[in-house]
């Protein structure tokens, strides 16, 4: 690094922690991690606004050159520290100014969790299961006060068509070939992420209201539907304009492999006909709740909308799956996302059931022949 390169400015998504007694420096956006010297922590201070090379030799002359040169190259390859003008350099000024107010807690959640990585091995992941078991006893997925004073309940009621749809909800992972039809698609996009209704708020604009609730009515999540078997409808990537009913054809074609490429290699979903990406548009909510605590309603708005899909499915006698097992880059890469504004963080399917059974919860029979029910 030479004292006429171009300036440097510390990125944004910086954290620097102690793992034992070793400090840690971690850039949480692109999610390189070092072990570092203490001084690294005086110079990253310095580059806290664009600073030339020739200002930081000078300031830290004590040092040798050589060194601090190969500080500085390190810092910048490493995404510690950004070039003026560069790609990483417009990037860290996006989430800077989108994420300002959310960072670092709702910033290191949203970005160190990305791409998640999936077994899909069905076989090893049952393995894995019980050997967690067999070390430890699973926790126990319901709470009891034995002490406390109990009071039975009147029967609940479950007939009738509402707690029928509830009650037969459930993931599938089996589906046979039969084509979604398009006016179930459209029934599914509606009733699920439709705007049925708008309020306006004095000073402050129109709020759209849908199925599911939403944290102040800001409804981030948007759906993009990928759809490999709907009659009637060209294979193809859409967008679903909310407002307007309507599909926004963004790219042509669409193959079952492109399915089990998105969701991780989770090829049990192969057969599914139309996947449903959910992304979360976060200036929506950024720009309403300024603390990061925030970060909570977009994957809580989320689960609403999942559930209203999976029930909106049941009812019609389809077999919905929810899934957070993605391929982040690929998608969004799909899709045309940055990933800092919009960024995709649920996934969703549908297909048709397969008869003769009521649940298929994993593709073969022997997969899950030792689940039981009651
Ligand atoms: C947030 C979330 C993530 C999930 N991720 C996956 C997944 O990656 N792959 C999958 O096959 N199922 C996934 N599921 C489905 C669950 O495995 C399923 O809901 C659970 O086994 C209970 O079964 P039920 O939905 O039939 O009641 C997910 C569900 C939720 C709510």
């Known amino acids: 690094m030479t004292s006429r390169g171009p300036r440097l400015r510390r990125a944004t998504t910086l954290i620097a922690h102690w793992k034992k007694d070793q400090l840690v420096f971690e850039n949480y956006f692109t ?11 005086l110079v990253l201070d310095f580059f806290s606004r664009w600073r030339a090379p020739s200002e930081f030799f000078s ?35 996006l989430l800077e100014k989108v994420w ?7 910033g290191m959640l949203q970005f160190e969790t990305r791409n998640l990585r999936y077994e899909s091995n069905l076989a090893a992941v049952r393995r894995q299961f019980q050997q967690r078991a067999s ?9 009891h006060y034995r002490e406390a004073p109990q009071f039975s309940l009147p029967a609940p009621q479950q007939s009738g068509a509402f707690p029928q749809v509830l009650l037969a909800r ?53 759906v993009y539907v990928l759809a490999v078997n709907v009659a009637g409808l060209r294979r193809g990537l859409y967008h679903y304009a909310a407002d307007r009913h309507r599909l926004e054809l963004l790219k042509r074609g669409a193959t079952s492999r492109d ?51 999976c029930l909106v499915a049941t009812w ?28 995709v963080i649920y996934a969703a399917g ?6 003769g059974v009521d649940w298929a919860p994993w593709p073969h029979p022997r997969t899950w022949a030792g689940i039981t029910g009651s």
Request: net charge positive; proline share 8%.
């Open 31 to 41: 999610r390189r991690r070092v072990t570092a010297a203490p001084l690294t922590l």
């Open 59 to 93: 300031r830290f002359d004590n040092y040798a050159r050589p060194s601090l040169a190969l500080a500085l190259h390190q810092l910048t390859q490493r995404h510690f520290l950004v070039r003026e003008g560069s790609v990483e350099a417009r990037r860290d000024a």
């Open 100 to 106: 300002a107010p959310w960072l670092p807690a709702a």
């Open 135 to 143: 070390e430890v006893a699973p926790p126990s997925p319901v709470k």
């Open 170 to 222: 459930r993931t599938w992972r089996r589906f046979t070939k039969r084509p979604l039809r398009l006016s179930d698609l459209a029934t599914l996009l509606n009733l699920t992420w439709g705007v049925h209704r708008w309020v306006k708020l004095p000073g402050v604009g129109r709020l759209a209201l849908k199925t599911s609730p939403s944290a102040g009515a800001r409804h981030p999540i948007e």
């Open 259 to 309: 399915v089990v490429d998105f969701l991780a290699n989770q090829w049990w979903y192969r057969p599914a006909a139309a996947l449903m990406l959910m992304t979360a548009v976060f200036p929506r909510n950024q720009w309403k709740y300024r603390d990061s605590t925030a970060y909570r309603t977009i994957m809580i708005d989320a689960g609403h909308v999942c559930q209203t899909f």
């Open 316 to 343: 019609l006698g389809l077999a919905p799956f929810c899934t957070m097992a993605f391929d982040q880059v690929r998608v969004e890469k799909e899709l045309g996302l940055d990933g800092i504004k919009e960024s």
């Open 350 to 355: 549908v297909g048709a059931r397969p008869s």
